[in-house]
């Protein structure tokens, strides 16, 4: 129901900023919950931040709050990560995710998933 494909990541030093973007391809791209998730190597993947269908209610994981921003734009079937103050522990691969429904967690059951992109932060 939903195509994903990540684009923005790329080499920074530490305390430098990127933003990520998440282009979908859904017909009703305003019904579905918006989430980023990242893996570092030798780790699991791990929830970062997820916004809701109109874009309110972003709610994010202790390690990035303060210095990443997730956002939306309907019109544009479009997801983003600002991410700032960036260090070297927020090296992963980057993924967008859509799901159709909140559910208990909104950091969790997310039903579809872009290929990733990869940031790397060098001190």
């Known amino acids: 129901q939903v195509q994903l494909v990540e684009s923005g990541g790329g080499l920074v030093q530490a305390g430098g900023s990127l933003r990520l973007s998440c282009a979908a391809s859904a017909r009703t791209f305003s019904t579905y919950y918006m989430g980023w998730f990242r893996q570092a190597p030798g780790k699991e993947r791990e929830f970062v931040a997820a916004?809701?269908?109109?874009?309110?209610?972003?709610y994010y994981a202790d390690s990035v709050k303060g210095r990443f921003t997730i956002s939306r734009v309907n019109t544009k079937n479009t997801v983003y990560l600002q991410m700032n103050l960036l260090k070297p522990e927020d090296t992963a691969v980057y993924y967008c995710?859509?799901?159709?429904?909140?559910?208990?967690?909104?950091?969790?059951?997310?039903?579809?998933w872009g290929q990733g992109t990869q940031v790397t932060v060098s001190s």
């Open positions: 995710a859509a799901k159709g429904e909140h559910g208990s967690d909104i950091s969790r059951g997310y039903n579809y």
């Open positions: 916004i809701s269908r109109s874009g309110g209610s972003p």
